[in-house]
């Protein structure tokens, strides 16, 4: 704002020694610093003339409350380009929504206030350049993230439609298994707290080899039906087929064919060994694979557990 306007209550000031004039120059000198320039009724004409956008309509626009504008205004982030000394109204330029767009998305990638009113106070191309290409990188990192996040919730997501699924199978079925690839991790002993240690060794060897478990785990039995003597051998994860490593002694290939299945609770297992049993002597199938799949029905329940059988018999 003009000079000229300061400069005439000055004279006031030494003519008057009137205190009210100082506090005026004060206020006009301060308003001057925050860039913001008031004005009266008179102005109307010429505010018509500009093109600017009320604090209403920038809210709006930029999908923010009224009060973030005020409080930017408050601590001299984003000060309006003209406020209305009639109204009190704020009014903001096209220019300074692109800044206010800086703020937002700087914000969302975690930078302070503070560092983002240093940057815009010390504008220059250079500076704000290098730090709208920092929040790039950051949004780019942040956009991997989500992507790998909405990976592992589809994987999570299949894993559970799959305990699901094998919740509603009744009785026994025979279905037709595709190639799957899992890592291995044999056992030490076939009681519940071997089985419990090895999970645990074999999820932190994924994480040493760098792999992601599709969250479907199981273990490979060995053993014969007959006399309901099924030995667990190695509990397994399964991971997908570009993780796989040829010729290696911890990874395997679960068969693709013919396979029979059946849903059953801890509390019930000999009871559906001798269906399972008499099943495969009725249609005189052999025994190629026997795996065990462990279901997710109650995570927080460690007393029982439920699990689909799988077996591998000759077409």
């Excluded at 942040?142 to 009785?171: H, P, V, W």
């Excluded at 190639?179 to 994480?207: C, F, G, K, W």
């Amino acid at each position: 704002m003009g000079a000229g306007l300061i400069e005439l209550i000055s004279s006031i000031v030494d003519i008057t020694g009137n205190p009210i004039a100082d506090i005026i120059i004060s206020a006009l000198g301060l308003i001057q610093k925050t860039g913001s320039f008031l004005f009266d009724k008179r102005r109307t004409t010429e505010l018509k003339t500009k093109l600017l956008y009320s604090i209403g309509e920038v809210a709006r626009i930029k999908k923010i409350s009224v009060k973030t504008l005020r409080y930017y205004h408050k601590i001299g982030l984003l000060v309006p380009e003209e406020i209305s000394l009639d109204s009190g109204y704020r009014y903001y330029s096209p220019h300074q929504l692109m800044v206010l767009d800086i703020i937002l998305i700087s914000k969302r990638t975690n930078a302070s206030l503070e560092s983002i009113k240093k940057i815009i106070e010390s504008f220059t191309l250079p500076n704000v350049i290098r730090f709208v290409e920092e929040r790039q990188k950051e949004l780019d990192k942040e956009q991997k993230d989500i992507i790998e996040m909405k990976r592992l919730l589809n994987t999570i997501n299949d894993a559970l439609k799959f305990s699901k699924d094998s919740y509603l199978q009744l009785g026994i079925q025979i279905k037709t298994y595709e190639e799957r690839y899992a890592v291995l991790m044999p056992l030490n002993d076939s009681d519940i707290e071997s089985d419990i240690i090895a999970h645990t060794q074999l999820l932190q060897y994924l994480d040493q080899l760098g792999l992601q478990s599709l969250y479907v785990t199981g273990t490979l039995l060995e053993g014969s039906l007959n006399d309901s003597k099924l030995i667990p051998k190695a509990v397994f994860h399964l991971i997908k087929k570009n993780d796989f490593k040829d010729n290696h002694p911890d990874f395997i290939v679960l068969q693709a064919g013919m396979y029979l299945t059946a849903t059953y609770r801890s509390s019930d297992i000999k009871n559906a060994q001798k269906n399972i049993m008499s099943f495969l002597q009725d249609n005189n199938h052999d025994i190629q694979m026997i795996i065990e799949i462990d279901l997710m029905d109650d995570l927080l329940n460690n007393t029982s557990y439920s699990s689909n059988i799988q077996i591998l018999i000759s077409e």
